[in-house]
């Protein structure tokens, strides 16, 4: 196996000088270096044959020993030196201090066909940001990541990628619905796949504990390999930077409400500086259209990361990233300004986006009142987004009417829909058919369009379930199956329409299916 090693981070970045694996709070330093965990029986369960040939390997490297003993922490590349970095950040709401990549360790950089990744481990043990945790990942959140960020990928939204799952041979103890009934679980690595796994935090954490030297010297490293257009690092290209994460930050969530991804915990340690969708925990895809969903349990009283405040969180954590680079800019007004852009940046970039749904090509005055009307009586009834979108494409404005048979699969309780809200549902379809005929494209060309945005198939969150209870018993080919169906969501796929359906009933309450919590 030869991987084309470039490590840029560790080579340019200060690093913590003290080496063993023991808790503490790091100072002036971007990370730590450590070693992956020796696990008992490691077992590789996928891969992901895309990502392989961006790093430049073989499937025969895929069947090799090195393979098997790399991407499960066993051995460790040569001339490199694995390490984990040092980051805070704001958990719902509340600076956290120190948090830092307690179960993930970077293993190196690998530079092929222009592009360059760092492979990470998650789940690979204990590292000195692991605090009161033990650094492993069980199996059911490792399907999840695995699965979902390689599927992101391919629905077009900004994310981390994976190589591979693999079964660590271990077991590991948690108590997944929090209630005090600890049990032991399969222990899994992810091999994730990254640009970079550079977050908010990162700079946060710098920012809060005045080190405004290291803090220029990530800013700087981030411009130079990251945002290299910004040329050479000034009070300007910082403000560009900061815009630029700002770009990236909303267009990553407005790809999420065109899918219905829910993230589920966007800490600030969670958003990437890249816009990438990164760190899948207890995230979830709506089911039923519904602005306050969120799938985390954790999260169920106040609903503050719901799928309808994604939005306004994004601007809340760009927030205290400015507040975090501040120091390097000494003024606040021209950061104001471009945080202020933000809210007339994502009402247009929504709207443009929600008209792509619609398959409408041109504006019209009066879109965001279509719009906004059509999401007030998605929410009057239980009613799939996935499929709605998916089936409106077979909308006609020739027979308006007909518009409600035409989405009725969409709705879980069809028959209890009350003469009121089927009047609303009319009056809208007759809006929507006025509309269209402004509109200068064929029937056929609006279908096309809109089946290129409103995906087919997605990871139901009841999906990546009955994928972790097969793999729970040993049989790894859901994964599989799952894993190469959502490789083309837009397409039609006639041999698995059995994914194209509603959340079955017993999915409704059934841990892991509806709500999630943290536990992982
Ligand atoms: P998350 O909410 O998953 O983004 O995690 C928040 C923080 O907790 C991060 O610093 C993680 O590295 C850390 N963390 C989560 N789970 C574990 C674990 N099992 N062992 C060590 N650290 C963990
Ligand atoms: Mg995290």
């Known amino acids: 196996m030869k991987l084309n090693i470039d490590d840029r981070f560790t080579k340019e970045l200060p690093a913590d000088p003290i080496l063993d694996n023991s808790r503490r709070q790091v100072q002036k330093a971007c990370f730590s270096y450590v070693t992956p965990k020796k696990t008992e029986n490691p077992e ?25 003993n790399v991407f499960t922490g066993n051995s460790v590349l040569p001339n490199t030196t694995p390490y984990a970095m040092c980051y805070g950040g704001h958990q719902f709401g509340n600076w956290a201090g120190q948090l830092g990549d307690g179960r993930a360790i970077n ?37 999840r990541e695995y699965l979902c960020s390689e599927a992101m990928y391919h629905l077009g939204v900004p994310t981390t990628r994976a190589l591979s799952l693999a079964l660590s041979g271990d077991e590991v103890l948690r108590d997944m619905l929090y209630d005090g009934n600890a049990a032991y679980e399969k222990g899994a690595i992810v091999c994730r796949v990254s640009q970079s796994f550079l977050r908010f935090g990162n700079y946060q954490l710098l920012g809060a504990r005045q080190d405004e030297e290291t803090l220029k010297t990530l800013v700087d490293y981030t411009i130079k390999h990251h945002f290299p257009q910004l040329g050479t690092p000034s009070k300007e290209t910082y403000l560009k930077f900061f815009e630029g994460v700002l770009n990236s930050t909303l267009e990553m ?3 999420w409400q065109r899918v219905g991804f829910v993230h589920g915990v966007m800490n600030t340690d969670n958003l990437s500086i890249l816009g990438q969708t990164i760190d899948y925990g207890p995230y979830g895809w709506l089911e039923g259209y519904d602005h306050n969903w969120t799938p985390n349990t954790t999260d169920s009283q106040f609903k503050r990361y719901r799928y309808g405040a994604q ?10 990233l400015a507040n975090a680079l501040y120091p390097l800019i000494g003024e606040a007004d021209d950061l104001e300004r471009i945080l202020h852009s933000y809210h007339e940046k994502a009402q247009g970039q929504y709207l443009v986006m929600m008209r792509s749904k619609l398959g409408l090509f041109t504006e019209d005055k009066n879109d ?3 719009i906004g009307n059509l999401e007030n009586i998605l929410q009057l009834t239980e009613t799939d987004m996935t499929i709605f979108f998916r089936n409106l494409s077979d909308f006609s404005t020739e027979s308006p009417l007909e518009g409600l048979t035409i989405v ?3 709705f879980y309780l069809p028959n209890d829909i009350s003469d009121l809200i089927k009047q609303k549902w009319n009056s809208w379809f007759l809006d929507y058919a006025t509309r269209l005929q402004k509109e200068e494209h064929t029937s056929k ?8 945005v409103n995906p087919k198939y997605v990871l139901r969150n009841y999906m990546a379930q009955l994928a972790i209870d097969a793999a729970n018993k040993g049989d790894y080919k859901l994964i599989d199956d799952l894993f190469k169906l959502l490789k083309k969501p837009y397409d039609e796929q006639p041999e698995n329409e059995q994914w194209f359906v509603k959340r079955p009933d017993w999915a409704r309450h059934k841990a892991g299916c509806s709500m999630l919590s943290c536990s992982s």
Do not use: C
């Open 44 to 68: 590789i369960l996928h891969i992901s044959p895309e990502m392989l040939s961006a790093l430049g390997l073989t499937e025969e490297d895929a069947t090799s020993k090195q393979f098997l």
């Open 253 to 255: 969530i407005i790809h």
């Open 408 to 410: 009725t699969d969409a």
């Open 368 to 370: 965001v009142e279509l």
């Open 311 to 320: 939005m306004e969180i994004g601007h809340w954590n760009l927030y205290q």
């Open 445 to 452: 060309e609006r279908k096309e369009q809109m089946n290129q």
């Open 107 to 143: 293993l190196a950089e690998v530079k092929h066909d222009n592009q360059h990744w760092t492979l990470q481990l998650k789940g690979a043990g204990e590292t000195p940001y692991s605090r009161t945790a033990d650094g492993l990942a069980v199996l059911r959140s490792s399907v």
